[in-house]
């Protein structure tokens, strides 16, 4: 080989390498996008409760915030049936990749100690806990009671006198009140339960004066409690809330510990990949804190709570424990 020729070949050959390294770097640059990880494809976010209801629409805001910060599609499919169950079995039975989560609510800590479920908080991945309204004591405005105390002295002085509604027999607002009593060594059925379809027709029927108590959120009561028809002696929870900052607390009011609420929270099936959980975990924080979310809630009156991962699970434990032992005490637990 002439030297002209060598020169040719060895020049050829070293662009050829310099072009097949450079290929290298470029495929090595791209892998990361390439890789992303997860999530690769759209996900869906189940709901156990009807479209158009409080859980539909928090679900939904969710859904949409959430698509903006994983950048995947999130679609919201209701799956209602059995009081809570199919939806929250279809959540618990989905595949464990990340690709289907779901909105968990109170009642999944209510409905296994009805016999209606095996299904306990501990059946999911906890991913985080977005809200929660505690249960209020509200009252008629033009009430005798100037405080919680007041009214359980007169509820210890005539029993079965005080009615209370709210909620169906065995709600979450039943609930709250029987455990309230049941800590203040009250007989819970010294408060009968009059069953309603809900807060709205629980509170005009107090307001009419067909029952004197109404055991159900701030928020649910806000209408009345500013058209001054109603007012609330206490809020079942740790500190005053945003709404109504000079409702005391049990604590403040009474000195009680106890607290009731209902509660929707984000969760996915068992045995997820780290990663996602971890990115599902992340994404649901900012979702909490991020203007879009706590402005919608607070114009639907509904509470922003939020909790991580793994204190999301403890609060569905205690949250079980506490309506278990009151659903036992009113004979509603199987």
Request: aromatic share 6%.
């Given at each position: 080989?002439?030297?002209?020729?060598?020169?040719?070949?060895?020049s050829?050959l070293?662009?050829?390498a310099?072009a097949?390294?450079?290929g290298?770097?470029?495929l090595?640059a791209a892998?990361?996008?390439?890789?992303?990880?997860?999530?690769?494809?759209p996900i869906?976010?189940?709901?156990?409760?009807?479209?158009?209801?409080?859980?539909?629409?928090t679900a939904?805001?969710?859904?949409?915030l959430?698509?903006k910060d994983?950048g995947?599609?999130?679609?919201v499919v209701?799956?209602?049936?059995?009081?809570?169950v199919?939806?929250?079995?279809?959540i618990?039975s989905?595949?464990?990749?990340?690709?289907t989560?779901?909105?968990?609510?109170?009642e999944?800590?209510?409905?296994h100690?009805q016999?209606?479920t095996?299904l306990?908080?501990a059946?999911y991945?906890?991913?985080?806990?977005?809200?929660a309204d505690?249960?209020?004591?509200?009252?008629?405005?033009?009430?005798?009671?100037?405080s919680?105390a007041?009214l359980?002295?007169?509820?210890k002085?005539?029993p079965?006198?005080h009615?209370a509604s709210g909620?169906?027999?065995?709600?979450?607002?039943?609930?709250?009140?029987a455990?309230?009593l049941?800590?203040?060594?009250?007989?819970?059925?010294?408060?009968?339960w009059v069953p309603?379809?809900?807060?709205a027709?629980?509170?005009?029927?107090?307001?009419a004066?067909?029952?004197?108590?109404a055991?159900?959120s701030?928020?649910?009561?806000?209408s009345?409690?500013?058209?001054?028809?109603?007012?609330s002696?206490a809020i079942m929870a740790?500190?005053?809330?945003?709404?109504?900052p000079?409702?005391?607390?049990l604590?403040?009011?009474?000195?009680?510990d106890?607290?009731m609420?209902a509660?929707?929270?984000i969760?996915a099936?068992?045995?997820?990949?780290?990663?996602?959980?971890d990115?599902?975990?992340?994404a649901?924080?900012?979702?909490?804190?991020?203007?879009?979310y706590t402005?919608f809630?607070a114009?639907?009156g509904?509470?922003?709570?939020?909790a991580g991962?793994?204190d999301?699970?403890k609060?569905?434990a205690?949250?079980?424990a506490?309506?278990?032992a009151?659903?036992?005490a009113v004979?509603?637990?199987?």
């Amino acid at each position: 080989m002439h030297a002209r020729s060598r020169r040719s070949f060895f020049s050829r050959l070293a662009h050829l390498a310099s072009a097949a390294l450079g290929g290298l770097v470029l495929l090595s640059a791209a892998a990361p996008a390439l890789a992303q990880g997860y999530p690769t494809r759209p996900i869906t976010l189940i709901v156990p409760w009807g479209a158009g209801g409080g859980t539909d629409a928090t679900a939904r805001i969710i859904a949409s915030l959430l698509e903006k910060d994983l950048g995947q599609p999130v679609t919201v499919v209701n799956r209602t049936g059995g009081s809570g169950v199919v939806g929250h079995a279809a959540i618990a039975s989905a595949a464990p990749d990340g690709y289907t989560i779901g909105l968990a609510t109170v009642e999944i800590g209510m409905m296994h100690w009805q016999g209606l479920t095996e299904l306990t908080g501990a059946s999911y991945t906890p991913i985080g806990l977005v809200n929660a309204d505690p249960a209020g004591i509200q009252v008629r405005a033009d009430a005798p009671y100037k405080s919680l105390a007041e009214l359980l002295a007169a509820i210890k002085a005539n029993p079965g006198k005080h009615k209370a509604s709210g909620t169906g027999q065995g709600g979450i607002w039943h609930l709250a009140i029987a455990g309230l009593l049941r800590d203040q060594k009250i007989d819970p059925a010294a408060v009968p339960w009059v069953p309603s379809n809900g807060a709205a027709p629980g509170l005009q029927d107090m307001v009419a004066g067909g029952v004197d108590i109404a055991p159900v959120s701030l928020p649910e009561a806000r209408s009345l409690i500013d058209a001054g028809k109603v007012k609330s002696l206490a809020i079942m929870a740790d500190k005053p809330a945003g709404l109504y900052p000079n409702v005391p607390t049990l604590k403040a009011a009474i000195g009680s510990d106890w607290t009731m609420a209902a509660w929707r929270g984000i969760v996915a099936p068992k045995g997820i990949p780290n990663d996602a959980r971890d990115k599902l975990a992340a994404a649901v924080k900012k979702v909490a804190a991020s203007k879009e979310y706590t402005e919608f809630m607070a114009s639907r009156g509904f509470g922003v709570t939020y909790a991580g991962p793994e204190d999301f699970g403890k609060f569905m434990a205690k949250s079980d424990a506490e309506l278990g032992a009151t659903m036992k005490a009113v004979g509603i637990a199987k």
